[in-house]
């Protein structure tokens, strides 16, 4: 197990990984350890052959404070996760909610050992999450240039006529009541064309997800692009109520690197609190190009970080 020095600062602890406080020229310069990743063996789906063998570990505190960067050699960038075949590129790190006695499993925590995981997930990066809102989300067209219904396709519009479209000839604006007099969901003899206006991103009311407040279909939910979780034990892992973790990821050179950090005190009684001097962290990562998700990644036992 290693052992992770956070640095103590005064001022600001910017969340971006390439600003040049966190490069070998800035104060974090000579701070990071390196850390080995061992393939997750313990419960299925095992993973004997992670793509990530190693992980660079800096940390840093100030008054109010704590960050965590990692950086690690991936030399495909997946941050796309419109289509089904595709994987994400994600980072977590895990810290026991209860700091006193034993350390919980390493294994996301036991039954009544609650665990606390920050996970980065690169799609969400790519969305801007916690500023962009639900404008900024990926939806099938931006994957599929020339996407259009065929003529047999059918739209549920919504309800309360408020919807804004475009003619997708002239680039007028328009309502759905003005344009699906010719196109859309009507009598499919009459269609002008096989485009339907009301694709993509105006799903509104019918994304069963968002309707429900889950925030993988909400990003108005997301405050970073690090979820906020719980988990006690396996199959278990669970989205915080009220999200707390800043952080930001970049990719260049065929590595990334991630910032994640976080209040010392929360009033969330499901975080871990940073009241003392140490703490156990975990780490995990997932190559998306080599289709790892859930146990399928790299891990590390628990390590200590100092603060």
């Known amino acids: 197990a290693a052992s992770i020095k956070a640095l103590s600062i005064k001022g600001e602890i910017p969340i971006d990984p390439t600003d040049p406080f966190w490069s070998q020229n800035g104060p974090t310069k000579g701070s990071?350890?390196?850390?080995?990743?061992?393939?997750?063996?313990?419960?299925?789906?095992?993973?004997?052959?992670?793509?990530?063998?190693?992980?660079?570990?800096?940390?840093?505190?100030?008054?109010?404070?704590?960050?965590?960067?990692?950086e690690w050699l991936d030399p495909t960038r997946n941050d796309i996760m419109v289509q089904a075949q595709s994987y994400k590129d994600q980072a977590a790190i895990m810290f026991p909610?209860?700091?006193?006695?034993?350390?919980?499993p390493f294994t996301m925590g036991g039954e009544g050992e609650r665990v606390n995981i920050w996970q980065w997930k690169a799609e969400w990066d790519k969305e801007n999450a916690?500023?962009?809102?639900?404008?900024?989300?990926?939806?099938?067209?931006?994957?599929y240039k020339y996407m259009a219904m065929g003529a047999g396709g059918y739209y549920m519009y919504e309800p309360d006529g408020k919807l804004a479209m475009s003619d997708f000839k002239t680039g007028e604006?328009?309502?759905?009541e003005d344009l699906r007099a010719t196109r859309g969901a009507t009598d499919l003899s009459k269609r002008s064309t096989t485009v339907d206006p009301g694709m993509?991103?105006?799903?509104?009311?019918?994304?069963?997800?968002?309707?429900?407040?889950?925030?993988?279909?909400?990003?108005?939910?997301?405050?970073?692009?690090?979820?906020?979780?719980?988990?006690?034990?396996?199959s278990t892992l669970t989205t915080q109520a009220h999200q707390d973790v800043d952080g930001h990821g970049n990719w260049n050179n065929n590595r990334w690197s991630v910032v994640f950090k976080r209040s010392f005190a929360t009033a969330d009684e499901n975080d871990t609190q940073?009241?003392?001097?140490?703490?156990?962290?975990?780490?995990?990562i997932w190559d998306g190009n080599n289709k790892e998700r859930n146990g399928q990644k790299a891990v590390t036992q628990w390590n200590t970080l100092e603060y």
């Open 200 to 234: 993509g991103k105006n799903e509104g009311v019918y994304n069963p997800g968002r309707a429900t407040g889950n925030i993988l279909s909400d990003a108005s939910k997301r405050r970073s692009s690090i979820e906020d979780l719980n988990a006690e034990g396996f």
């Open 130 to 143: 916690g500023k962009g809102g639900n404008t900024t989300m990926q939806d099938m067209e931006d994957n």
């Open 173 to 176: 604006p328009g309502t759905k």
């Open 32 to 70: 990071e350890v390196t850390i080995d990743m061992d393939p997750q063996m313990i419960t299925n789906p095992m993973w004997p052959n992670p793509n990530t063998k190693w992980v660079l570990v800096k940390a840093v505190r100030n008054e109010k404070e704590i960050a965590v960067r990692l």
């Open 97 to 104: 909610v209860k700091q006193e006695g034993e350390e919980p």
């Open 274 to 284: 940073f009241k003392g001097k140490k703490t156990p962290m975990a780490i995990a």
